[in-house]
């Protein structure tokens, strides 16, 4: 006698559409936002987000998630207006600069600003700018997200827009990666990153993709 055969059930598969917001003018003038400047999209990041529109309005997205900041919703708006649910959460604000968010810093002009990036990539993820986050306080703020995401293995496809230190620091935790590495993840507006998520495991499967901003 044969033994019994059992069909083979598919793994299911959680696909997360991680998307940086588009351009403002604070990105083109090089002036840090952070989590304290709720600025708007110029008229290049609402070209991008139209042409993310363009490209991935079939995608059968289960639910949109954005940060608290404007620029973040104004990115997504169209998958919103077309009625997808929308939750906004404060774990997915950008890093807090502090006293230097509104002011135009760079690692090449600002002594304290380089000092700090280098603590970070030396692997002190305490480090802040004066009044500022830590990369290790946004680790903990974005943990709540990730569980609600985990708790809702229904939805199988989710976009997720968010900021750009925001999006290294997410990068890490859900590839396990140490915050140190967390500038390994490039990012520019716009730009996707697709994971999937799978017997509770996190794989990349498009890195800083922006073949939708394509003409």
Known sequence: MFGKTTSLRP??????????????DFNVQGIVQGSGVDSDLNARGREQA????????????????TSKLKRTHQSVQRFIEAGLPHE????????????????????QEDAEYARVLA?????????RLPGG??????????RPFIEL???RPEDEIVLVCLHGRALRVLLCQLLGYPLR??????????????????DGQYTIRNFLDVSHLAP
């Open 50 to 65: 139209a042409r993310f529109w363009a490209v991935y309005q079939d995608t059968p997205f289960a639910r949109v998630y």
């Open 119 to 127: 603590e970070w990539q030396a692997g002190n993820d305490h480090a």
């Open 11 to 24: 793994v299911p598969v959680q696909q997360l559409y991680l998307l940086r917001h588009g351009q403002t």
């Open 88 to 107: 906004a959460h404060g774990g997915l604000n950008e890093i807090s600069w502090g006293t230097r968010e509104g002011t135009r810093i760079t690692p």
């Open 149 to 151: 995401l985990q708790s």
């Open 181 to 198: 590495y967390m500038d390994g993840f490039e990012h520019q507006n716009l730009c996707l990153y697709k994971l999937h998520y799978v």
């Open 133 to 142: 986050e830590s990369p290790a306080e946004v680790a903990a703020r974005q």
